[in-house]
């Protein structure tokens, strides 16, 4: 069975410009977080959703973010307008069950704004 | 001061020698998460614990709830132990609350 799966692997932009990263999670886990670790700080929390619906986003940094996951397969998450303080590791991750659900996780999409 | 505290943040050992990372952390929570992240490379989930101990080939991991802490052994440490574990609480609304990470270096 396969994994959680991210695109890109790497992405470089410049400041201004637009990424889009993907993640697929394990097929049939309805719950899918979005993390991210910026500039060698702690992993932080961005978002939780469960199948289409988002559950919670109160770690979404501000409106540049947007996140979705249309029929409540894979998820995006759209940087728009990227700028240097976005650049990181972006992970994502899905469980079957929440709470205390045992989470799998992607390599992570590394994203570095010039 | 963090919600999550790990130490050491780096630890370097002789293979064969026995490890324990810890993580201390001041959230109430529904469960702990033990993860490990090689150079490069993704995260993958070693345990994931609510009270008591779990072990899975060489490592351990131990939680105490009621001290607010948690520790995860190696035993028999070998070089392709070398990664960073990191210990995540997952709070009420089981957001992760993620620790800094402990560096493991080991020598053959």
């Known amino acids: 069975e396969a994994g959680v799966t991210q695109f890109p692997s790497h992405s470089v932009i410049e400041k201004g410009q637009t990424v889009t990263l993907r993640c697929d999670p394990i097929?049939?886990?309805?719950?899918l977080y979005w993390y991210r670790r910026v500039m060698g700080k702690e992993i932080k929390f961005l978002l939780h959703f469960v199948k289409e619906s988002k559950q919670d986003e109160s770690g979404m940094p501000n409106n540049r973010f947007l996140a979705e996951r249309t029929g409540g397969t894979y998820s995006t998450l759209k940087v728009q307008p990227a700028e240097l303080e976005d650049s990181g590791v972006y992970f994502c991750?899905?469980?079957?069950?929440?709470?205390?659900?045992?989470?799998?996780f992607g390599e992570g999409s590394r994203l570095t704004v010039l | 001061k963090n919600e999550v505290e790990q130490s050491p943040q780096n630890l370097t050992a002789q293979e064969g020698e026995f490890i324990t990372i810890n993580c201390s952390y001041s959230?109430?929570?529904?469960?702990l998460h033990w993860l490990q992240q090689h150079p490069g490379g993704g995260i993958v989930s070693l345990f994931m614990l609510s009270s008591g101990k779990k072990k899975h080939g060489r490592l351990i991991a131990t939680i105490n709830i009621q001290e607010k802490h948690s520790s995860l052994h190696i035993t028999a440490s070998h070089p392709r132990d070398s990664a960073v574990y990191i210990c995540?609480?997952?709070?009420?609304?089981?957001?992760?609350?993620w620790g800094a990470g402990t560096k493991l270096i080991i020598k053959p």
């Open positions: 995540a609480v997952a709070d009420s609304n089981y957001q992760l609350i």
């Open positions: 991750a899905s469980s079957q069950r929440q709470g205390i659900g045992e989470l799998f």
């Open positions: 959230v109430g929570i529904s469960a």
């Open positions: 097929s049939g886990h309805d719950n």
